[in-house]
């Protein structure tokens, strides 16, 4: 009896041994990494699992998951429920105030500090839309710049022999390429300046007036300067002159923006304002298309500001919640700094490289087309839009403004747009809970 | 006693007790979902009534649909209910082929519309082109946003017509017989026969339409992210498209969505939705109190 009872005792110990033996080798394996990105077309997603398994091949420490096709919605969901992946990366750089500022996605400074990342190796720009009122929670992953596309052929057939530099000249090339149908309905457009359309938005358009958001003290001051009416009376000139029906019709007939019935791979835009990664998109869908870049054209009054243009762009971080912080920081750390990352990212998705360094890489393929927006990201002119504790409703609140203006006009647009100010300044101390503010840019 | 209760109990805390009391607390209080709630009291609701830009015309897009689209929709079921009340063969075939649409998904339906309302490629322009009539801009016209809207809720409208249609087949003959005895034409029957008998009907299509009105949301989301044309995979730009054209769709509901969900403003969608819950029970209260007047109900003593 006794011996049974020592051979069951000696079993379970074995057993015991056995087990936790398992458990050790399971934590001696690879750490398991989720990343989680907003690329789902099919090229940009092969891409990034591209250079993330490359990572995972020279790591052995960890293995990665890529999943594709994440919102911001779905990351904010996620960071809530306090199961969120360990990597998390997003398009819009518009809302990092609030990843910022309610630290759902980690402070990056002490990670810096420890891996010795300075700043100072990423462009101005990228730094400031990547940090709210000083705290740094996301670094650019690539980033994006946009200018002016237009299709050569038509310029041609309109004797037009180089791309427009300022503003009176991208009107009366827009008017000369515009074709329209015998029952009056636009078959071709010289150029759509609709708010809302495509990537016409209000901030990429305020670049070329030089048009600023907010002072130095957070305040909105659309209505103070001269230049946020110039620019919407030139804009809703423009729209008259199609005709806002016309307009409006002639854009329900186009295709979706990111699909191959894109409205200038048809032809049916001569010119179209748009970010680089069109590039790639026109390479792979329309490849004998004949087109050129140039950076959008500027106010007439400011020549100065040729060649500047938008920027903003992927953001990644680490969400508040994730389990392997410091194996994440280390992935964080060689997609955003690694110059050979950086640089096959940057062949396969045509967005431009985030570091100084990377932008000079003689990995990256040559491209004249893309050259162009290279260019205007290291313009020192170059900008982007005021990062707002209420996030992206700040630039949708003048957006709305704009698309209600462009289509009914207005008898007192410098006082509608000082109205707008308040509004904007209300809507900002809302959102921080009554004490909200503005990153100065 | 409490455990025969139990499961109502259960249910009615989970699904409705506790959402309704963290709405009313959460509308108190500055929450960004991301963060820890914190207590700004009743700043929530004095940027509701007195700063927010948009709850104007959120508020104005509503009522013309609880003006226009409940009315539309409880005559059209009505009508076609009569209708089919009186047909003599095919009933079952056209019963059908009303109810059918009822049948299809929302944002199925919603994407169907816009696509055969396109002003440039659909098909409903091209034919009223073929008439010599230019067609209207349909979902991409402020000003035709929500009558499309509106046709779109007539045509899923088959719910509220049967019902109607069992009302109306239900009402007894007796009173027809004793009606046409007395020689009231066909208009006379349906103001003095029909109507009254089916009065507890309507009460009921008209509150529940009312309260659908005053939540919509699906049809306006999807057709207003469709029709601008951004619904793509720029994520920063399809919050800009709610209540496209020109904020024609921002319904309530839907503005409530925008500030809750891409604003990060939790605390003060809550309180815009305790407003939509205090409205709804007003109005509603406010039918049924005034229905006493028209509604006739069976064995009812006044």
């Not at chain 2, 109990?9 to 929450?31: K, R």
Request: positive net charge; proline residues 5%.
């Amino acid at each position: 009896m006794k011996r049974v009872v020592i051979a069951a005792a000696l079993a379970v110990a074995v057993g015991l041994a056995i087990a936790t033996a398992a458990v050790g080798a399971r934590h001696a394996g690879p750490t398991k990494l989720t990343v989680w990105v907003g690329w789902s077309a099919g090229k940009e997603l092969v891409t990034f699992k591209q250079v993330a398994a490359e990572y995972d091949k020279a790591h052995s420490d960890v293995t990665l998951t890529v999943v594709g096709g994440i919102t911001d919605q779905k990351i904010t969901a996620a960071i809530r429920a306090g199961n969120p992946p360990d990597v998390v990366s997003s398009f819009n750089s518009y809302d990092v105030g609030i990843y910022c500022g309610t630290g759902a996605w980690l402070n990056l400074k002490p990670f810096m500090d420890k891996s010795h990342i300075s700043t100072s190796i990423f462009p101005k720009a990228t730094m400031y839309y990547t940090q709210y009122n000083g705290t740094r929670c996301a670094l650019p992953l690539l980033a994006d710049t946009y200018g002016l596309y237009y299709n050569s052929a038509l310029f041609k057939k309109a004797h037009i022999t180089h791309p427009p530099r300022t503003i009176s000249e991208l009107t009366a090339d827009a008017k000369k390429l515009t074709q329209r149908n015998p029952d009056g309905s636009l078959k071709v457009v010289g150029l759509d300046p609709l708010i809302g359309f495509y990537e016409n938005v209000p901030e990429r358009w305020a670049q070329a007036y030089g048009a600023k958001y907010i002072d130095s003290k957070g305040h909105a001051i659309l209505g103070k300067q001269a230049a946020w009416q110039k620019m919407m009376k030139w804009q809703k000139s423009l729209v008259d002159w199609y005709g806002y029906k016309n307009l409006v019709k002639f854009q329900a007939g186009l295709g979706d923006e990111f699909s191959t019935s894109n409205g200038f791979e048809t032809g049916k835009l001569a010119m179209n304002m748009d970010g680089e990664w069109r590039v790639a998109f026109l390479a792979n869908e329309v490849p004998k298309l004949q087109y050129g870049t140039a950076p959008l054209p500027v106010d007439d009054a400011q020549p100065d500001l040729y060649g500047s243009g938008y920027i903003n762009g992927t953001i990644i971080g680490l969400p508040k919640g994730g389990h392997n912080v410091d194996k994440a920081w280390a992935l964080v750390n060689y997609l955003t700094t690694n110059v050979h990352a950086l640089s096959v990212l940057t062949n396969g998705l045509k967005n431009v490289p985030s570091t100084t360094a990377s932008a000079k890489s003689k990995e990256i393929v040559p491209n004249a087309h893309f050259q162009t927006f290279i260019k205007i990201f290291n313009n020192p002119r170059s900008s982007t839009s005021p990062i707002m504790a209420s996030g992206q409703s700040f630039t949708n609140l003048v957006q709305t403004f704009w698309q209600n203006y462009q289509a009914k006009g207005s008898k007192n647009l410098g006082a509608d747009l000082t109205k707008l100010d308040s509004q904007l300044d209300a809507q900002v101390k809302q959102a921080g809970g009554g004490n909200g503010g503005g990153g100065v840019p | 006693m409490l455990l025969f209760l139990s499961p109502w109990l259960v249910g009615f805390s989970v699904f409705f007790g506790y959402p309704i009391v963290m709405a009313v607390y959460l509308s108190l209080n500055h929450y960004d979902l991301l963060s820890p709630p914190r207590w700004v009291g009743l700043a929530n609701y004095r940027y509701l009534f007195t700063l927010d830009p948009q709850v104007g015309t959120a508020v104005k897009n509503t009522l013309w649909l609880v003006a226009v689209l409940v009315p539309a929709q409880v005559l059209f079921a009505l009508g076609i209910a009569l209708m089919l009340a009186r047909a003599r063969s095919g009933v079952g075939v056209f019963r059908t082929i009303f109810y059918l649409p009822a049948l299809a998904p929302p944002v199925a339906a919603t994407l169907g519309f816009v696509y055969i309302l396109n002003p440039a490629t659909g098909p409903v322009n091209a034919l009223l082109g073929h008439l010599g009539i230019s067609g209207p801009l349909w979902f991409q016209d402020p000003v035709w946003a929500k009558p499309s809207l509106v046709i779109l809720g007539l045509w899923g409208v088959g719910n509220t017509m049967v019902i109607f249609l069992a009302a109306v087949l239900d009402v007894p003959r007796h009173l027809y017989e004793s009606a046409a005895i007395d020689g009231a034409n066909w208009w006379q029957r349906l103001r003095w026969v029909t109507l009254p008998s089916i009065s507890p009907v309507i009460l009921f299509a008209v509150v529940l339409g009312v309260i659908q009105a005053l939540q919509y949301f699906t049809q306006a989301y999807v057709a207003a992210n469709i029709a601008s044309g951004q619904a793509s995979q720029a994520a920063d730009v399809t919050a800009a498209s709610l209540g496209y054209p020109q904020d024609s769709t921002l319904f309530y509901p839907v503005l409530l969505y925008q500030h809750g969900f891409s604003d990060y403003q939790m605390g003060y969608a809550s309180a815009l939705s305790v407003v939509l819950l205090v409205v709804s029970f007003v109005v509603t209260l406010v039918i049924v109190v005034n229905s006493r007047r028209w509604v006739h109900q069976a064995g009812a003593v006044r």
